[in-house]
């Protein structure tokens, strides 16, 4: 007697699952993250005005938008523009095509931009996200032409490694962005506090809190070595390896929310500068 022991476990296809939990709320959300984060920063980076804000005080001190930080140049007589005292090469140069606003923003964007699109976890969720391949565990993918064999990130998709050497630069962001924190506790060289001081405070926090659990860091401080009990480097190794791994297993957590903490400071200080919002703070007791 024969006994067949093969049956379908289930219909194959995109988005096809025995599944019963709403597993597609979890792409739905990268996709809209995503989109609205990208759709924002275009957005605010092709504005080029209304980025800084000191309450008219001149001297130490003010809130600087984080989409345009560090400027590297700046344009005079633009609105909301930071003083020329802020730009790290001087005025804005003359070879700008005229057709570009001559924005901060748009030369310093690519390298976060970069190491955000390559990072380990955001990787995972568009691919997902987006391409649908698949969209879920256990849920059908987006139909493929059959290659010989799983290629995975090889060919063109190689280029994600660049996310290792796009990490140095991104930390130098961290650094900058914890001086313009320092700077929004001062207006006019006076110390104080504002609801954009906090802002300001919290986006390198947060950012260097998804930094840290980067796995390319966890390589860097706390990998690399084959035996962590043979002397003093493999035991300070496991100690680094120990903290980056607290902060790597909350890296998604952190990754979305420093994502919207800058947007949010951003606009923010974008609004404060046009006047929509003010911005409660002790300077003015
Ligand atoms: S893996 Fe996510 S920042 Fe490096």
């Known amino acids: 007697m024969s006994t067949n022991t093969s049956f379908a476990i289930h219909d194959k296809g995109f988005t096809k699952t025995l599944r019963k939990d709403n597993w597609w709320l979890y792409p739905a959300l990268v996709v809209f993250g995503l989109t609205s984060f990208l759709v924002y920063g275009l957005w605010s980076a092709w504005q080029a005005d209304f980025y800084w804000y000191s309450a008219g005080q001149?001297?130490?001190?003010?809130?600087?938008?984080?989409?345009?930080?560090?400027?590297?140049?700046?344009?005079?007589?633009?609105?909301?523009?930071?003083?020329?005292?802020?730009?790290?090469?001087?005025?804005?140069?003359?070879?700008?095509?005229?057709?570009?606003?001559?924005?901060?923003?748009?030369?310093?964007?690519?390298?976060?931009?970069?190491?955000?699109?390559?990072?380990?976890?955001?990787?995972?969720?568009?691919?997902?996200?987006?391409?649908?391949?698949?969209?879920?565990?256990?849920?059908?993918?987006?139909?493929?032409?059959?290659?010989?064999?799983?290629?995975?990130?090889?060919?063109?998709?190689?280029?994600?490694n660049i996310h290792r050497i796009t990490m140095y630069f991104a930390s130098i962001y961290i650094i900058i962005f914890f001086y313009d924190a320092y700077l929004a506790f001062f207006r006019g060289g006076e110390f104080g506090v504002g609801l954009g001081s906090i802002l300001l405070l919290g986006n390198p926090i947060l950012l260097a809190s998804y930094m840290f659990g980067c796995h390319s860091i966890r390589h860097l401080i706390g990998g690399s070595r084959d035996c962590y009990s043979c002397g003093l480097g493999g035991d300070i190794a496991h100690k680094n390896g120990m903290i980056v791994g607290w902060f790597n297993r909350r890296h998604e957590l952190f990754a979305w929310i420093s994502l919207v903490w800058i947007m949010v400071a951003d606009l923010y200080i974008r609004m404060v500068s046009m006047g929509y919002i003010n911005d409660p703070n002790t300077w003015n007791f």
Not at 71 to 79: D, N, Q, R, S, Y
């Open 58 to 160: 001149e001297g130490f001190g003010g809130y600087l938008a984080p989409f345009y930080s560090p400027p590297l140049f700046i344009k005079e007589g633009v609105a909301g523009a930071a003083p020329m005292s802020h730009s790290i090469f001087g005025p804005w140069p003359t070879w700008w095509p005229s057709w570009i606003p001559p924005s901060p923003s748009l030369l310093i964007l690519a390298v976060p931009g970069i190491f955000r699109f390559t990072c380990y976890y955001y990787r995972k969720a568009y691919y997902r996200a987006f391409s649908g391949t698949p969209p879920a565990c256990a849920v059908g993918a987006l139909p493929r032409k059959r290659k010989k064999g799983y290629k995975g990130e090889t060919g063109l998709m190689v280029v994600q």
